[in-house]
């Protein structure tokens, strides 16, 4: 499965400060406001915004250097160096900040907003109540989960951290001093976790410690130091014997404080296990019913029950499988294809093929550049197959595509998992989206089931550009759709249904799966990430259904460009929202 990095991999909540502003007083329909007062009202909502932009982004060091390249060109000129915090204390103050800014968000006259204003305010004010809905659920929270935690993203965003100037340089190292601490407030939590009974299982806690100890296997050739040096080699405006003296400093940091870090989580978690008291799913938990609820809100993006879901999976499912058996009854010889051979071998020529060939469906990307680059081996083990690290609001071109080695991708599979990153998926957009002006305080909001959705979406569509047959496209598709509807389905069941792994057994020998190893390594994955592949899959049918409604409303004025544009406009965002401004960010083309 792949995913995308997005910034808030530090906090438990989404933390804004409230900053008190004076605003305008509601309008009543009988004294409409003038002109003067409507802009006066969106410009004050806007430095609104960009102050919660801009304060939120002073709290975490990370989330400020992967979202701006520039930061003094929004009045950014000091920042704390910091990681975050997983403190209850500082979750009591985000669940605070979070009410002061939907009650600063109620004194803002609505109407008097811009359509983009409007879109903004909704956006915001629902991913302030969807945080808000689990805040009381503080240790169900888990920031070392097995394949997407802590432990195995921030060695990647250390390693991609950019150096623009020597200031990098220098809060980079202030960043590796801070490695140690915070990964002691992940250990701290975690035993508190475990007091409270809510501690991940021996099997989840071994796959984190295995991960921990391959990052650190080797200290003295760890990937930080070579990709440090290599990084400010680079830069012109440094004197070598300043460069040397960082290499030194930042050879010091990651033996005597990022390793240690490591090794000493590693240990709390082994002195932990034993207490966990849940090898199955969330359901299983006091409240788990209900964070699997809003966790499956929150990574889809969908208003849907479980129930619902359950069944629309269901729906999709039966036409793909139908659908498959139709094209395999009229050319059999599709069996033998699953593995059709390209005219195009490495990566770049991929992304080059894909950026041609989906001008059909698709306006030309905002930006065309982006580099491929392949995950170390010490995080093979435990990263996805690949990733697009997201590129930063004021510098569209900075794009990295991340290839993990040990998935063993190639053929028509590397070229769907590079449009599922690249063109036209995440990097097209991202950058799209930037583009398109949204305000930069949504750059900071996580709606996963837009992001991967959409990327799913296109890779589904991207298998009528690899130059093969209608059908054997079709048939392909259809496969791999249905497979993730396995995955989602399996998701649901585990986490609100209660499945054990008999369960499991029972519901993919349905559909021909009978590998015991295979069966067990899926439900142990599932187990440990709870919705993690819904934000694929649903987010992936939510798109479906919302292009569906489009074709309906527009009629013969519709087109997948212009509703693919519409979308990319409007940005990530719940799909309910996305629906409710499509026709205002709809153009029709010429």
């Not at 503080?138 to 921030?154: A, D, I, M």
């Not at 930042?250 to 207490?275: C, H, T």
């Amino acid at each position: 499965m792949r995913q995308i990095f997005r910034k808030r991999l530090f906090s438990l909540f989404f933390i804004i400060s409230f900053l008190c502003l004076a605003v305008s007083a509601c309008n009543t329909p009988a004294n409409l406001p003038s002109t003067s007062a409507l802009k006066k009202e969106q410009s004050a909502f806007e430095d609104y915004t960009n102050d919660l932009f801009v304060k939120e982004l002073q709290e975490n060091t990370i989330n400020l250097h992967y979202t701006l390249s520039k930061p003094e060109k929004f009045g950014i000129h000091s920042h704390k160096i910091s990681l975050g915090s997983l403190s209850k204390e500082d979750a009591k103050a985000s669940t605070a900040s979070l009410e002061n800014v939907l009650a600063a968000l109620s004194r803002f006259d609505y109407d008097a907003l811009n359509t983009r204003g409007q879109l903004t305010y909704d956006i915001l004010k629902d991913s302030c109540e969807k945080n808000l809905s689990a805040a009381s659920r503080y240790y169900y929270e888990e920031p070392l989960r097995p394949t997407t935690g802590v432990q195995s993203e921030l060695p990647i965003l250390l390693a991609e951290y950019a150096f623009y100037d020597s200031c990098d340089v220098t809060d980079y190292l202030a960043l590796l001093t801070c490695v140690e601490d915070y990964f002691d407030q992940i250990i701290l939590f975690e035993q508190e976790k475990a007091k409270e009974g809510l501690f991940m299982s021996d099997q989840a806690a071994d796959t984190v410690i295995e991960a921990c100890k391959t990052f650190i296997k080797n200290p003295k050739e760890n990937f930080l130091i070579d990709t440090f040096q290599s990084k400010i080699d680079d830069l012109t405006d440094i004197p070598e014997e300043k460069k040397e003296l960082y290499k030194k400093q930042n050879l010091s940091l990651v033996e005597n404080i990022v390793i240690p870090a490591y090794e000493k989580l590693a240990d709390a978690l082994a002195q932990l296990k034993g207490a966990g008291t849940n090898d199955g799913g969330l359901c299983h938990f006091p409240e788990g019913k209900t964070h699997y609820e809003y966790l499956v809100r929150s990574n889809t993006g969908s208003d849907k029950s479980i129930k619902e879901l359950q069944e629309m999976t269901e729906r999709r499912r039966n036409l793909d499988i139908s659908t498959l058996h139709e094209l395999l009854a009229n050319d059999p010889s599709l069996m033998q294809a699953d593995s059709p051979k390209l005219t195009f071998d490495t990566p770049e020529e991929m992304l080059d093929h894909l950026l041609d060939a989906m001008q059909t469906d698709f306006y030309p990307a905002a930006d065309e550049s982006y580099a491929v680059n392949y995950v170390h081996e010490s995080l093979e083990e435990t990263l996805a197959p690949a990733f697009y690290l997201t590129a930063p609001v004021d510098d569209i071109s900075h794009n990295v595509i991340y290839l993990n080695k040990r998935s063993q991708y190639s053929g028509i599979q590397l070229f769907t998992t590079l449009a599922h990153e690249g063109y036209p998926g995440h990097l097209y957009q991202t950058t799209g989206s930037y583009q398109a002006g949204i305000s930069p305080v949504l750059a900071l909001l996580n709606y996963p089931g837009y992001v991967e959705g959409w990327a799913t979406y296109v890779e589904m569509l991207s298998y009528q550009y690899a130059g093969l047959s209608k059908e054997l496209s079709e048939m392909l598709m259809r496969n791999q759709s249905a497979l993730l509807s396995l995955y989602a389905s399996i998701d649901m069941g585990i986490h609100y249904d209660g499945w054990e792994i008999s369960d499991t057994i029972i519901f993919l020998k349905k559909y021909g799966i009978t590998d015991q190893t295979v069966i067990q390594d899926i439900y142990k994955l599932i187990v440990e990430e709870p919705s993690h592949y819904l934000k694929y899959y649903i987010g992936y049918l939510e798109f479906l259904e919302l292009r569906d409604y489009a074709e309906e409303i527009f009629g013969g004025d519709y087109s997948n460009r212009d509703f693919h544009q519409a979308v990319i406009r409007i940005g990530t965002a719940p799909f309910s929202i996305v629906k409710k401004y499509l026709r205002k960010f709809y153009t029709f083309s010429e």
